[in-house]
Antibody, heavy 117, light 113 residues
């Protein structure tokens, strides 16, 4: 089945880091950019960053510059996003999605992260 | 960073027509912004309905259409169904040279009543 499978929910303390994974099942990322977006409880969607199909180019939202890193393991068709220096405002559901030529056609199921002391 | 603004909420009767818009703080939205429209229902991932301003996916119901209207991206629902009640977000592309390449709109909560 062609899908994006994300890692499970996490609970973290303020100041910690979290690393999400997004695995392509039944396909590869060979043609696709992978985006990460998040949604805090009761809030809208927020674009966080993107990695290109070969995994050697990334762009991030200004808000997260210096605190986020997206990487790709092409051998396992998995994209990772690490978010550092977590604060309570980072409590959200994080989604990965694939895109080709500004066409988004698939999203992961989302990963809930709770940041609490 | 640009701000992308949508109507906070809209209400439409079943069978009616409604247009949602997506405005950029930087000026008129053109085809070069490659507007995408997403539908999101509670507890679900977003689902793209319209890509590159006016293109439909194979799963997009025919009653949804995308366009440019008065300097904004627009999503029109004609013959609204109860299952169209959802949150709708636009996503605009600002190019690779700016502060960040993509910005989501603020979202529109569509109520079918």
């Amino acid at each position: 089945q062609v899908q994006l499978v994300q890692s499970g929910a996490e609970v973290k303390k303020p100041g910690a880091s979290v690393k999400f994974s997004c695995k392509a099942s039944g396909h590869t990322f060979a043609r696709y950019h992978v985006h990460w977006v998040r949604q805090a409880p009761g809030q809208g969607l927020e674009w966080m960053g993107i990695i290109n199909p070969t995994g050697d180019s990334t762009r991030y939202a200004q808000k997260f510059q210096g605190r986020v890193a997206i990487t790709m393991d092409t051998s396992t068709s998995t994209v990772f996003m690490e978010l550092n220096s977590l604060r309570s405002e980072d409590t959200a559901v994080y989604f990965c999605g694939r895109e080709e030529a500004w066409t988004f056609d698939m999203w992961g199921q989302g990963t809930m992260v709770t940041v609490s002391s | 960073q640009a701000v992308v603004t949508q109507e906070p909420s809209l209400t439409v009767s079943p069978g009616g027509t409604v247009t949602l818009t997506c405005a950029s703080s930087t000026g008129a939205v053109t085809s070069g912004y490659y507007a995408t429209w997403f539908q999101q229902k509670p507890g679900q991932a977003p689902r793209s309905l319209i890509y590159r301003t006016d293109n439909k996916h194979s799963w997009t119901p025919a009653r949804f259409s995308g366009s440019l209207l008065g300097g904004k991206a627009a999503l029109t629902l004609s013959g609204v169904q109860p299952e169209d009640e959802a949150e709708y977000y636009c996503l605009l592309y600002y190019g690779d040279g700016g502060a960040q390449p993509y910005v989501f709109g603020t979202g529109t909560k569509l109520t079918v009543l």
